[in-house]
């Protein structure tokens, strides 16, 4: 990319050592992957799994899908107001339609993203080809390239590969927080042998290792690098929270003067705490934590109605 193209990253990302006494004590070291300052307003592993599904598109109209506050929603948003591309985004929830738009939703609308609602049994069926197209006729928005839920495709995961050549040699466990698992397939391909990842997913099910070994079926013709998940630190599913998870994000921000993003980064960062003090790591070993995103600025206080 050009250095006046609108979507133009900064990559390598930051690598920070952060002191922090509760790792120290282990004698582990924390690192931060600080994907979060790659682009303004395609954060962190957004940039990393768009960009190759803009290029695939070919500037035809993009349509995705998200929940009420995705993030990806978000960053799809945010690239077509960059672009200048179309954008429509299927929304989960057929009762939302008609609301006032909550801020996220209302950022997406704001960058000109078309917004479609469908409920939620007609949502979980969007994969078969029947439905989607009756939901891309429905939105109109026929001929619109299809990034999938989370932007985690073959091409979206051979896009993440290079977020593990980037940490060769900077650390023994790169961890990262997962929703669809997209980032970890392709982190866990680009890691050096002797190198593993470890993926804490931020919802609840215990379904995500089959979709990540899916994935880099797709992407890489079979199961890549030494890769793991422990699915205990979603604090009830995605969008979900605790006080617990809350004061710890504030508390880490009093420490480390980072915001902390809380449906991921924050969940990711109190994982690897309990891990270190389950002794999950040996004494010695570097840990990097990948900052895939930060909390979006919010749009203007009137949103777009639904």
């Known amino acids: 990319m050009t250095s006046t193209d609108p979507l133009a990253p900064r990559l390598p990302s930051p690598l920070h050592e952060v002191r922090d006494d509760r790792f120290e004590r282990h004698r582990l070291r924390l690192l931060l992957k600080r994907d979060d300052l790659i682009h303004p307003e395609l954060v962190g592993n957004k940039w990393r799994k768009l960009v190759p599904n803009i290029a695939a598109a070919q500037d035809r109209p993009l349509l995705t899908f998200g929940g009420a506050y995705s993030n990806h929603l978000r960053a799809t948003a945010a690239a077509g107001r ?5 954008t429509t985004g299927v929304v989960r929830g057929q009762e939302l339609a008609g609301r006032p738009l909550n801020p996220s939703l209302a950022r997406c609308a704001a960058d000109g993203m ?96 089959a979709d990540v070994q899916a994935l880099q079926e797709r992407a890489f013709g079979g199961r890549t690098g030494t890769w793991s998940l422990d699915d205990r630190f979603h604090c009830g599913g995605y969008a979900r929270t605790t006080a617990e998870l809350d004061a710890f994000a504030q508390d880490f921000e009093h420490r480390h003067g980072l915001p902390v993003e809380r449906l991921y980064v924050a969940k990711l960062l109190y994982g690897l705490v309990a891990l270190a003090d389950e002794g999950a790591f040996a004494r ?20 777009p109605a639904a």
């Open 82 to 86: 960059l672009l200048g591309l179309p």
């Open 114 to 209: 078309r917004l479609h609602f469908v409920d939620r049994p007609t949502y979980r069926r969007k994969t078969e080809p029947e439905t989607l197209a009756a939901i891309l006729r429905a939105a109109g928005a026929e001929g619109a390239y299809v990034v999938p839920e989370g932007g985690s495709n073959a091409e979206a995961v051979r896009g993440c590969r290079a977020l593990g050549v980037e940490l060769d040699g900077r650390a023994d466990v790169v961890a990262v927080a997962c929703g669809t698992g997209g980032t970890l397939a392709g982190l866990a391909a680009g890691l050096a042998d002797g190198r593993r990842a470890l993926g804490i997913p931020v919802l609840k099910g215990g379904f995500l290792e």
């Open 284 to 303: 010695g070993t570097t840990i990097a934590a990948v900052v895939t995103g930060r909390p979006f600025p919010e749009p203007p206080a009137a949103g």
